[in-house]
C-alpha cells in the first residue's frame, strides 16, 4: 500500500516519537509512506477560529501538493486529519469556493484524492497479519483506547463511529492487549487550550485518568498528539494541585504497535514519555 504522508509540525517537535514510531510501524506492514512534497501548516485550530477561507486555504495546498503524487493522503495527527478532511469535504461541494481558494493557494486542488487517518490506513491495510506478526504479545496490557475529539467530529469526516469507536481497540486487541470499557474514550481534553486555560484542561483531564483507572486501566493509547501531551505531562499538576497520586503511562497506538513488533523501544521513543511507562513493559515481560 502507498500513501502520500502529511507530517505536521509538531511531528518535528513535541511529537516526534508519534512519527518515529509511525513511519517504523508503517515500513513493517509494508505500507509506504511518502512524504507530501513542500507541506506546510495545515492551521490546526489557530487559523479556523480566525478565518474559514484561511484555514481552507492553508490545507487546500497542502491537498494539492498531495495530488501531484498521485496518492491518498494520510496524517497521524488527529488536528491535521480533521483540517484536511474537513478542507476536503467542504471544496468538494462547492466549486466556486475551490476556485476562489486555488486563486489565494495558486495551486491546482481539484479534490481528486482520499484524506485517511493513518488509524484508518493501519487498520485496513493491517489486517490479520496482526497477530502472526506480534512477536511480543501486549498480554497484561489493559489500555483505554482514547480517541478524543478530532478523529470522530464532525460526522461527515469521521474516522470511526463518533459514539463508540472501536477501530483502535481492534488492533490492540489483535496484538494481544486488553481493552477496557469505559465512557471517556471521545471526550475533549482541553487540547490546545492549555495555553489560556491550564485550570480547565486540568479539571478535564484528570477525569480522563480518573475514568480510565475506574474501568481498570494500566494504561492510555491515543493517535492524537494534543490528546497524548495533555494526558501525559499534566498528570504531576493533576497530582500537586488535586493530590492524586496518578503515575498512568500514556502511548501513541503506533508506540505499542512496535513494542509488540519487537522494535527498539528507543527508535519509537517509548524513552520519552513523561510519564515513564519502562516499568509497566517491564512488569508485562
Known sequence: MNYSYFPGC??????REYDLSTRLVCKNLGINLTDVPDWSCCGSTAAHSTSRLLALALSARNLALAEE?????????????????????????????????????????????KVKSI????????????ETMAVKPLKGLKVACYYGCLLVRPGEISADDPENPRK?????EKLGARTVEWGYKTECCGASLAVSNEDIVIQLVEKIIRNAVLAGA????????????????????????????????VFYFTQLMGVALGLNFADIGVYSHFVNPTKLLRSIG
Not at 509538531?10 to 511529537?15: G, K, R
Not at 481558494?101 to 479534490?111: F, H, M
Open 10 to 15: 509538531c511531528h518535528h517537535t513535541s511529537a
Open 69 to 113: 503524487t498521485g496518492l491518498d493522503v494520510t496524517a497521524a495527527c488527529a488536528a491535521c486529519y480533521q483540517r484536511l478532511a474537513l478542507a476536503r469535504h467542504e471544496l468538494s461541494g462547492d466549486g466556486d469556493l475551490m476556485k476562489k481558494v486555488n486563486k489565494i493557494t495558486g495551486k491546482k486542488y481539484r479534490g481528486d484524492i
Open 119 to 130: 488509524l484508518d490506513v493501519v487498520h485496513e491495510s493491517a489486517g490479520d497479519q496482526l
Open 168 to 172: 483502535m481497540d481492534i488492533i490492540m
Open 218 to 249: 494500566n494504561s492510555i493509547v491515543t493517535a492524537c498528539p494534543l490528546c497524548h501531551f495533555n494526558l501525559d505531562v499534566r498528570q504531576f499538576k493533576i497530582n500537586r494541585n488535586l493530590g492524586t497520586g496518578y503515575r498512568l503511562p
